[in-house]
């Protein structure tokens, strides 16, 4: 896997996905940043809801639950220093759909967190608290 970060000065980076996804990031105010587009951090916990979500989606229609709608809501504390790693991150599942099974969707979410989602394993391999909570909605 590769892809590509580039400065466009100032706080902005405009970055390209071996794919040829494009997608920019910029830095805070404070920091030169014009708000043009989300943080590095940020992309990171959007990296690990993408991740995350994609799992239980998947695990859940091969399980053969008709899943109409999934969202992923994501709180992360970081550490007071620097760097200002992730110390905690909550993953909190809004699963809706047509007749679901909540043990089927528990156990979606804890193999995503426990086996399958790359992103979450890293995290909690470097040190991060990583939670994972759901409901039906």
Known sequence: MKTRVKWAGEALFHGESEA??????????????KNQ???PMEMLLLGVGGC?????IHILQRGRQDVTGCSVEIDAERVDAVPSVFSKIHLH????????????????????????CSASIMLQRGGVDVSH?????
């Open 133 to 137: 909570s759901f409901e039906l909605v």
């Open 93 to 116: 599942f809004r699963i809706s759909g047509n007749n679901l099974e909540e043990k089927r969707v528990a156990n979606a979410v804890r193999m995503s967190a426990k086996k399958y």
């Open 20 to 33: 040829g996804h494009k997608v920019t990031m910029d830095g805070p105010p404070e920091h030169g940043g």
């Open 52 to 56: 995350s979500s994609f799992d239980v």
């Open 37 to 39: 587009g989300p943080r």
